[in-house]
């Protein structure tokens, strides 16, 4: 079965720095994965999403993944941390379950953005 | 455009109180899904429904039950209140192409929920 792990429960970075958050993945068909965002008080909102098109994936608000079939891994970056991006990041994976798919998340990642 | 909307935001209930979640979409969207938020463990899901007329099973069914009234409502019911169901609860939905598979899913903004 499909399945996601988030490595880091909170990562803390300055203002400006590098943004990594970490996502392994687990599925023996070819996987589709998401990021999602949510903002303090919010429902979740789309990042990005990989479905076997291109390995580098480009989201809104500057960041991006890259899909590695070799290291299970769909890891979240962006080159600069922005205040505004102070938020709680989930991966997921689509699970396939007689011919519906729904996704399943990770546990979440923490960011916390410091001047 | 308003997109996925619930009511109520904010509830309190005791032991034992009913109460049912509200869950409206806007977008035509054939699936809806619930799920819950609790800290450390990412979000659950408790019930979905493919298209109207159905309902589903997720991973943590237990103590609630569902209505899709129509393509646009999918509603939660608590029976019974049980202070384990002191959650976060959203409500999600999404497209379903020619294939059969799910698109990105969109959530509403949640409703939070207290079990005294």
């Known amino acids: 079965a499909q399945s996601v792990t988030q490595l880091g429960s909170h990562v803390s970075v300055s203002e400006g720095a590098l943004v990594l958050l970490r996502c392994n993945y687990s599925?023996?068909?070819?996987?589709?994965l998401f990021w999602y965002v949510q903002y303090p008080n919010q429902g979740l909102q789309l990042l990005l999403k990989y479905t076997s098109a291109a390995t580098l994936v480009k989201g809104i608000n500057g960041f991006e993944a890259e899909f590695k079939k070799s290291e299970t891994s769909f890891h979240l970056t962006k080159p600069s941390a922005h205040m505004s991006d102070a938020a709680e990041y989930f991966c997921?994976?689509?699970?396939?379950?007689?011919?519906?798919?729904?996704?399943?998340f990770g546990t979440g990642t923490r960011l916390l953005v410091s001047p | 455009n308003a997109g996925v909307t619930q009511t109520p935001k904010f509830q309190v209930l005791k032991t034992g109180q009913s109460m049912t979640l509200q869950c409206a979409q806007d977008m035509n969207h054939n699936s809806m899904y619930w799920y819950r938020q609790d800290p450390g463990m990412g979000l659950r899901l408790i019930y979905y429904s493919a298209s109207e007329g159905t309902t589903d099973k997720g991973e943590v069914p237990n103590g609630y039950n569902v209505s899709r009234l129509n393509k646009r409502e999918f509603s939660l019911r608590l029976e019974s209140a049980a202070p384990s169901q002191t959650s976060v609860y959203f409500c999600?939905?999404?497209?379903?192409?020619?294939?059969?598979?799910?698109?990105?899913?969109?959530f509403g903004p949640g409703t939070r929920l207290t079990v005294l």
């Open positions: 599925s023996s068909v070819p996987p589709y």
């Open positions: 999600a939905s999404s497209a379903r192409d020619s294939w059969g598979t799910t698109d990105t899913q969109y």
């Open positions: 997921a994976v689509r699970r396939m379950n007689t011919g519906f798919q729904k996704l399943v």
